[in-house]
């Protein structure tokens, strides 16, 4: 047999439910109980309630101290000015049941300058601390905006297959201009969806293939027969339809652990002569590439940058990184770093269709923290950056409010 004890609960605001009633039935509910001490589940509840009735009885005692309190603060506070309905004292009281009487202040002397949080456990004052922080002359901050602003062209066109003629006009132009100044022309190529633009660049007539050289911005670490290969995309798209020399054709070496293909892949760049990829004057003297064509992800990676990633935000140095852990499957990939992409003469990101509208609209007007969009950190120090949409991607943006200075300070 199980005895179940029970212990009535009362309300902490026993004002509220006629406290001298109450306490009156508790202690003849607390006498009951008394009564038969043999029951014991009467008895545990017998002293549950008589301690209840202790704390009721002292609370009522309470309350009637603040209440005469608050009436002598209350009589003895300067009237300014009459109010407009004046009331007694006792007609207050009844109208605030509860009134909140301040106490005296525990510290004598007036608050201490030190409070308990810079305290320690001894009682003294907690020392200043003398650590460095992120750049304070002890961490570097991964995360930097830009010390100076750069200017982005935005091409708009009907619809994508416009934009893939103009990107092959674009294509052919840069080619032209590069071949006259140096008699070559490096393309550099980005994955996804960005190869289904490149089949018009097959149609061009006149180009002289054998002095260009194909070179990606990123790539899949997998055989060059896999289906996530960029390598693969690219001859589908349009390398194998026109007459590029194959040892022009720059792809990554099969077989290789991530690190070293991406080491492999830096060593392809530098073996070539600086009539071919000239270097940048200042140091690290990095590769200057023509023409770098980028694709945009809907998080704004571009390339195998992701955002808040060390590749993104922490290297300043290395030509071809390697990432090991991408968010994006599959895994493994190597990019170009972030400051090689920004020494390029052109730098041109595309992003067509609906589905792009919001990460555009995102890169385009909104300010981002460094890094949360790697799209806003490709700003070419010397070069030109441009963005080719279509109608459906630049649904999103304000591009008539781009004119209002107050609205978008940074547009011109």
């Known amino acids: 047999m199980v005895q179940r004890c029970y212990t009535p609960y009362f309300a902490p605001h026993a004002q509220d439910l006629q406290l001298p009633f109450m306490v009156s039935s508790v202690n003849q509910i607390a006498g009951r109980a008394v009564a038969s001490p043999h029951n014991t589940c009467q008895a545990k509840a017998a002293a549950r309630i008589s301690r209840l009735s202790r704390v009721l009885v002292k609370s009522q005692s309470v309350q009637q101290q603040e209440r005469t309190e608050a009436a002598e603060f209350v009589s003895s506070a300067p009237k300014s000015k009459p109010a407009a309905s004046p009331r007694s004292v006792e007609e207050r009281q009844q109208s605030s049941a509860r009134i909140n009487v301040i106490a005296k202040s525990r510290w004598a002397s007036g608050i201490p300058p030190v409070m308990g949080a810079h305290l320690m456990s001894s009682g003294e004052a907690a020392p200043i601390s003398t650590s460095k922080g992120a750049d304070l002359g002890g961490i570097p901050h991964s995360f930097h905006y830009a010390d100076k602003e750069v200017d982005a062209n935005v091409v708009q066109f009907a619809n994508a297959d416009a934009g893939a003629q103009g990107i092959a006009r674009l294509v052919q132009q840069a080619a032209e201009d590069a071949i ?31 002095k260009w050289h194909i070179f990606y911005v990123d790539e899949r670490n997998v055989a060059h027969s896999n289906p996530d290969s960029t390598h693969k995309g690219a001859q589908e798209a349009f390398l194998s339809k026109v007459k590029i020399p194959s040892e022009n054709v720059h792809a990554i070496k099969e077989g290789l652990s991530v690190q070293d293909a991406a080491t492999e892949y830096a060593g392809q760049i530098l073996h070539l002569p600086e009539n071919v990829i000239p270097k940048t004057s200042s140091a690290p ?52 770093s972030l400051p090689v992409i920004n020494s390029a003469k052109q730098v041109v990101i595309v992003a067509f269709g609906g589905g792009k509208a919001e990460i555009v609209q995102r890169a385009l007007e909104v300010q981002a923290l460094p890094g949360a969009l790697p799209a806003q950190l490709v700003q070419p120090q010397t070069g030109s950056l441009t963005w080719y949409l279509d109608s459906d991607s630049a649904q999103s943006l304000h591009i008539q409010d781009w004119d209002d200075k107050k609205a978008f300070p940074r547009s011109s």
């Open 180 to 210: 006259k100044q140096k008699d070559s022309f490096i393309l550099v190529l980005s994955g996804g969806s960005l190869l289904k633009g490149l089949t018009p660049l097959a149609t061009i007539k006149g180009m002289e293939w054998s």
């Open 285 to 336: 003297h990095l590769p200057v590439f023509d023409l770098i064509l980028l694709g945009i992800g809907p998080d704004g990676h571009v390339a195998s940058l992701f955002p808040n990633r060390e590749q993104t935000t922490g290297a300043s140095e290395g030509i071809v990184l390697p990432v090991e852990n991408s968010p994006k499957p599959p895994p493994e990939r190597i990019t170009f």
